[in-house]
């Protein structure tokens, strides 16, 4: 069981577009997932918090316009890197809390990631 | 400010001994703890955590040891195996900034050799 799925795992677009990636809790409900990013040898860095039904928590300077969130339903989150420019290439993974499980016990169960490269 | 903090880097150790990781943190609100393994290009696989209540939890050849007055976990692999080569990272929940987070070290790549 909690199984997160990321769609897709590997992008490459060019400098100015925008991608979307899919976060998906495949066989529980995620009230809360969570959005990270890891640049090369180093730790995971959490981006913002993603509610369903209410707008993200964005970490300190991380900038809400450029990455767009969205927590539609309990199993879904994407998010949107807009106008994507080649610093913003890196590792992106998501991550659902288990409905079931919120409270003190914080496990969160992780998705595969993207790699996103921008040209 | 790095609230969780995984010194070694790196650990090399033999097949059929022990590895031991460790792991410190800062900050006293923080109430569960978490291991995560890491492959390259792929998303962390929980592997053990432990709420601060106890001082030990144990899962097949995974054990963590939580040291609350010292502040320090530690995560035991015995006997170690040539799958657990990976990067594995400490995590600790609790309220941050007003909200539930999980806070990351920085990994330690663990390899064992045959």
């Known amino acids: 069981g909690a199984v997160v799925s990321q769609h897709p795992s590997r992008v490459i677009c060019k400098s100015g577009t925008s991608v979307k990636i899919e976060c998906r809790s495949l066989?529980?409900?995620?009230?809360?997932m969570f959005w990270y990013r890891q640049f090369p040898k180093q730790s995971l860095m959490l981006m913002a918090t993603?509610?369903?039904?209410?707008?993200?928590?964005?970490e300190q300077g991380v900038e809400k316009d450029k990455f767009l969130i969205n927590h539609a339903s309990l199993t879904l989150s994407t998010l949107t890197v807009t106008s994507a420019h080649p610093e913003d290439s890196s590792f992106y993974i998501c991550?659902?809390?288990?409905?079931?499980?919120?409270?003190?016990?914080?496990?969160?169960?992780f998705g595969p990631g993207t790699r996103l490269t921008v040209l | 400010d790095q609230q969780v903090k995984q010194n070694s880097p790196s650990l090399s150790v033999q097949e059929g001994r022990i590895s031991i990781l460790n792991c410190d943190y800062t900050?006293?609100?923080?109430?569960?703890f978490l291991w995560y393994k890491k492959y390259p290009a792929e998303g962390p696989t929980f592997l053990i955590s432990?709420?601060?209540?106890?001082d030990k939890n144990e899962d097949g050849r995974f054990t963590v040891f939580l040291n609350k007055s010292a502040k320090h976990l530690s995560l035991h692999i015995v006997p170690s195996q040539p799958g657990d080569s990976a990067v594995y990272f400490c995590?600790?929940?609790?309220?941050?900034?007003?909200?539930?987070?999980?806070?990351f070290g920085q990994g330690t790549r663990l390899t064992i050799n045959p």
């Open positions: 993603s509610n369903e039904g209410s707008k993200a928590t964005y």
């Open positions: 066989d529980f409900q995620a009230t809360t």
């Open positions: 995590a600790a929940s609790g309220r941050v900034q007003g909200a539930q987070k999980l806070v």
């Open positions: 900050n006293s609100m923080f109430d569960y």
């Open positions: 432990i709420s601060s209540i106890k």
């Open positions: 991550s659902a809390r288990d409905f079931r499980t919120s409270g003190s016990s914080d496990t969160q169960y």
